[in-house]
């Protein structure tokens, strides 16, 4: 037997990028971001060496959940027309290889993060891999239709571990944070649901509007955007908000209020009429609406930093 | 039987082997600027240090 038979049996090599795509980059860069914002409103400085290590060990344990989601999930991504095109779906790379190489980077970005910042840190990385994986993907996701609702938290606590990489504590601020997320995901998620529902319904995930139905679905989204804007505003009463956090918040809240209102008295034939506008034009919104909020965050940092102050709100945390 | 260097499966994984190589150089490089700075903190603010003091200051 020679070398040159080996190769005949793998059909396909596995480059570097199916691996990448296997961390799914796009969340890595929204966890990336919502990370670093929790890290520049804490009140400690980060030396940038340990800021930016810091960053990578998160991108990596995002990544590695990403990885090990994408294995526990690879029946279902393979129904569903949104993830169809995935490494493990096309035979790109092998179910075990994806599973070896989500537990070993989740391993090392725990490791790495409490040695390069703090141990609290790393337990705070591990905990969201652990809820991410087990409570989220294996658990919930494919028992109940509030699947979206727990899987928003393991999405929501990126921020408090950028906190916790400067301060090695929790306060209210990171936990506001991570409300603001946590309450904007179902709503968000579920306007994608409204017009997706063929997918999931053919891959028997029980998203809100397979189980309980259209006009409940509407209702939930109204009812979670009426939650998330006390929980948007309230950041700007803290030490990381501001005026200007305040007056965009406000803005934007009104905007996402009035979005859930028009998909609550939307009917049928509405939707079939215009093929979800409203529905796909609410989903755009709240990705601006989140983006925001953690974009003015930042500016206030940063005029904080400068000891500017625009129009000065009362601290009341 | 041996593998030869110039075999096809070399050049079939290259790209990911220079892919690996640079990222292991990086954790590497990653690894020696973090251990800098955490060792160029004044021994006695750094709460990890060994000869850590709470009363600085006072020795001064």
Avoid at chain 1, 69 to 78: E, G, K
Wanted: with cysteine; net charge positive; glycine share 8%.
């Amino acid at each position: 037997m020679s070398d040159a038979t080996h190769s005949e049996v793998q059909p396909y090599e596995a480059q570097f990028s199916d691996y990448m795509e296997l961390l799914k980059p796009g969340v890595m860069r929204l966890v990336v971001f919502t990370a670093i914002v929790g890290m520049v409103v804490a009140p400690v400085p980060v030396h940038p060496v340990i800021a930016i290590a810091s960053m990578l060990c998160i991108a990596v344990g995002a990544g590695a959940s990403g990885a090990l989601n994408m294995w526990w999930d690879r029946d279902l991504d393979a129904i569903m027309q949104r993830t169809k095109d995935r490494p493990i779906p096309t035979g790109r790379v092998a179910p075990g290889e994806a599973l070896a190489i989500g537990l070993a980077l989740s391993g090392f970005s725990v490791m790495m993060l409490a040695l390069f910042a703090n141990p609290m840190a790393g337990a705070w990385l591990a905990f969201t891999i652990f809820f991410y994986v087990v409570v989220y993907s294996m658990w919930l996701k494919r028992l109940t239709a509030q699947n979206i609702v727990i899987g928003g938290a393991a999405g929501a606590f990126p921020p408090l571990l950028g906190w916790v990489v400067a301060t090695g504590s929790i306060s209210l601020e990171p936990v506001l944070l991570v409300a603001l997320i946590l309450l904007w995901t179902p709503p968000h998620f579920w306007a994608l649901a409204l017009w997706r529902n063929d997918d999931y319904k053919a891959a028997g995930v029980p998203m809100l509007p397979v189980t309980r139905g259209e006009r409940v679905t509407r209702r939930y989204i109204f009812g979670y955007t009426l939650l998330l804007i006390p929980v948007a505003l309230a950041p700007s009463f803290t030490q990381i908000g501001g005026g200007l956090y305040f007056a965009v918040s406000l803005l934007l809240n009104i905007m996402m209020l009035l979005g859930a209102w028009q998909l609550l008295r939307r009917r049928e034939a509405d939707r079939d009429a215009d093929n979800f506008r409203a529905e796909k034009r609410f989903f755009g919104f709240s990705i601006i609406y989140l983006f925001l909020h953690f974009m003015m965050l930042l500016v206030e940092a940063t005029l904080r930093a400068f000891e500017i102050s625009l129009f000065a709100l009362p601290i009341w945390y | 039987m041996a593998i030869h260097p110039g075999h096809e499966l070399h050049s079939r994984r290259k790209g990911r082997n220079v892919a690996i190589g640079l990222l292991l150089g990086g954790f590497v490089a990653m690894i020696f600027a973090v251990t800098i700075v955490k060792l160029s903190k004044p021994q006695n603010v750094d709460i990890n240090a060994p000869n850590y003091s709470t009363n600085i200051g006072e020795n001064e």
